[in-house]
């Protein structure tokens, strides 16, 4: 069975804070991608990395970055810095079989100034 | 200049009522598909198309139709509307179906039946 937990449903910060979003994922498959995607108060679902399961190095982009770690079946999201424009829902997914999204519940972050 | 998009925006309905949601993709994207939002945020996914041809059809009851008259067009047909099928409804598209390409989504449907 494939699923994706994230177990933090809401999470408030203040401004500038760091903060961290955790996923844990569940699949038996070798090969698979990761995926988060950010859904802010407008409703749209807007894409922020791929990661596949072979490439275990961090990503930074800006103020995010990723850190995938196999051994614990996990895909972190981390803002730096948080800004109130940062504040969104956001999805972490998993794909293993050719298409089919898994999504996790999602986080809700809400940045306050 | 919009990638993948979707009409109406908002629909809202009587109980019974058959409706339809459109989405058009102008990214040459060869596979499609329908997602749902429940009132959770819970994402999941209903249909997928590769090239006109349907190839992922989840547990979803049969008064969902969907329609591809195209690759880059996939329609959503829901007969007698339910209070259960509000909710928002998602397209999305990708290059091919595989698990590495990334899906984009449309901005989404929020649909509320009454």
């Known amino acids: 069975a494939q699923k994706v937990t994230q177990a933090q449903t809401e999470i408030s910060v203040v401004e500038k804070e760091d903060v961290t979003l955790d996923c844990v994922y569940e699949?038996?498959?070798?090969?698979?991608?990761l995926f988060w995607y950010k859904q802010p108060p407008s409703g749209e679902l807007v894409f922020l990395i791929r990661r596949n399961s072979f490439d275990e190095q961090n990503e930074i982009s800006g103020r995010y970055s990723w850190n995938f770690q196999k051994s614990t079946s996990s895909f972190n999201f981390t803002i730096t810095a948080s800004q109130v424009v940062d504040s969104a829902v956001y999805f972490c997914a998993l794909n293993a079989q050719g298409g089919k999204l898994i999504f996790g519940q999602g986080t809700e972050l809400s940045v306050k100034p | 200049d919009t990638a993948v998009s979707q009409t109406p925006k908002y629909l809202v309905t009587q109980m019974g009522n058959d409706k339809s949601i459109k989405c058009e993709q102008n990214?040459?994207?060869?596979?499609m598909y329908w997602y749902k939002q429940d009132s959770k945020k819970f994402l999941k996914i209903m249909f997928s198309?590769?090239?006109?041809?349907?190839?992922i059809n989840e547990t979803v009851p049969n008064r969902f139709s969907p329609k591809s008259p195209d690759k880059a067009h996939l329609n959503l047909h829901i007969n007698s509307l339910e209070l259960g099928d509000s909710a928002v409804y998602f397209c999305?598209?990708?290059?091919?179906?595989?698990?590495?390409?990334?899906?984009?989504f449309g901005p989404g449907t929020r649909l509320l039946v009454l």
């Open positions: 198309y590769n090239n006109k041809e349907l190839i």
């Open positions: 699949t038996r498959d070798t090969t698979y991608y």
């Open positions: 990214l040459g994207h060869d596979t």
């Open positions: 999305a598209s990708s290059q091919v179906a595989s698990l590495v390409e990334t899906q984009y």
